[in-house]
């Protein structure tokens, strides 16, 4: 669910989660909402009464949680939010979400929520049919992230393994500020979904830790990051053989429809695609994945992911009759499975593209 909150006190930050993903629902950078004089992290109750729709009325429970100067929100356990600031209102917090199952959007709006809780109104719309609102009001009821949603991890969407051309770092960061420490604890996965490491760390404030995932875990396929502090930030570096290197940011979030976009521009260097598609629930989920160019479907094969089960390979693997110059993109698909990947083309000495897949809606 998505909420929105706005606030009177002409003194305190102004913070708008706004409407960027309201279509694509994607989690990016430019949804997080800096905030200055507030403490807003925790998890929220935003209670809803009177909106005339029964479905709708009752409790929303939103994570709120901070990662250096920014915050990010999400449905505990669930669907990230759309954030961002507008100066231009008096609204203290805004959040909201297209929700794609129930083709509805969902926002609450809440008043003077600088101590914990907050009034407010409550609206949901929904496409081409009805439109509710109802009184809102919100209270934070836990302050510590580990202790109400053990799923608020980044995610480590594919590791090498045991393939000794390449090397897995995983590099932490602590920003959370000048004397506080963090932990973290890094759960790796081998390829039948079994823990090959359960492992919690300690980083000092404004210190950096570096992981070889390759040494520490070689039968891993890939894993996750619990954060048992806010401000901590993480990046994956593969780095091959033949002197390529790949970095980046790791996500918080998994989303049911996933793209892999590969880079087309450099027919030189990509002589193959590829991808890592990682399914992070504990249950099997069936994805059907569709090879695209110029966004039109040429090929569709239909797999079922194992619980916690990565797969990797060439687009021969599930498209045999297509060559790498046929498609520009895959595209996965579930209905409510919890997704996560990498997009991975290059040559055959070792120069490769390697991605993060972005999220994408509508369901197909």
């Not at 939103?62 to 990230?80: D, H, M, P, S, T």
């Not at 961002?84 to 609450?108: C, G, K, M, W």
């Not at 249950?283 to 039109?296: F, H, M, S, W």
């Not at 089960?309 to 498609?327: A, H, K, M, N, Y």
């Amino acid at each position: 669910m998505s909420a929105v909150c706005r606030g009177t006190n002409p003194t305190r930050a102004v913070i708008l989660l706004a409407l960027a993903a309201l279509l694509l629902g994607l989690p990016a950078v430019s949804q997080a909402a800096q905030i200055e004089n507030y403490d807003l992290t925790g998890l929220w109750n935003f209670q809803v009464s009177d909106s005339g729709d029964s479905s709708f009325d009752g409790p929303h429970m939103v994570v709120i949680e901070q990662f250096g100067a920014y915050y990010k929100a999400r449905e505990l356990n669930g669907f990230a939010f759309a954030i961002s600031e507008d100066p231009t209102t008096d609204a203290l917090i805004v959040i909201n979400r297209y929700d794609t199952p129930t083709d509805a959007f969902i926002q609450f709006e809440l008043h003077d929520i600088s101590d914990g809780s907050g009034t407010g109104y409550a609206f949901k719309n929904i496409t081409d049919g009805p439109k509710y609102r109802g009184m809102c009001s919100a209270s934070r009821t836990n302050f510590s992230i580990q202790n109400y949603d053990s799923d608020y991890a980044l995610l480590i969407p594919h590791l090498t393994g045991s393939d000794t051309f390449w090397t897995s770092y995983l590099t932490v960061a602590n920003n959370t500020n000048d004397s506080q420490a963090a932990g973290y604890r890094l759960i790796l996965y081998d390829d039948k979904g079994l823990e090959a490491l359960n492992q919690t760390y300690s980083l000092a404030a404004r210190m950096t830790a570096v992981h070889t995932l390759s040494t520490l875990a070689p039968s891993a396929t890939w894993g996750r990051m619990e954060m048992l502090q806010r401000g901590l930030e993480a990046k994956l570096t593969f780095e091959n053989q033949g002197g390529g290197l790949s970095q980046f940011a790791l996500s918080l979030f998994t989303k049911p429809n996933m793209a892999f976009n590969f880079s087309n521009n450099f027919p030189g260097y990509v002589v193959w695609k590829g991808i890592a598609l990682t399914n992070t629930k504990a249950e099997a989920v069936q994805v059907t994945l569709r090879a695209v160019k110029n966004g039109i479907t040429v090929a569709q094969k239909t797999i079922i992911l194992e619980s916690r089960q990565r797969i990797v390979g060439t687009s021969e693997t599930w498209f045999p009759d297509l060559d790498p110059t046929d498609f520009d993109a895959i595209l996965a698909t579930s209905y409510q499975g919890q997704l996560t990947g990498l997009a991975i083309s290059g040559d055959y000495s070792g120069r490769n593209f390697i991605s993060a897949a972005s999220a994408f809606a509508p369901y197909y």
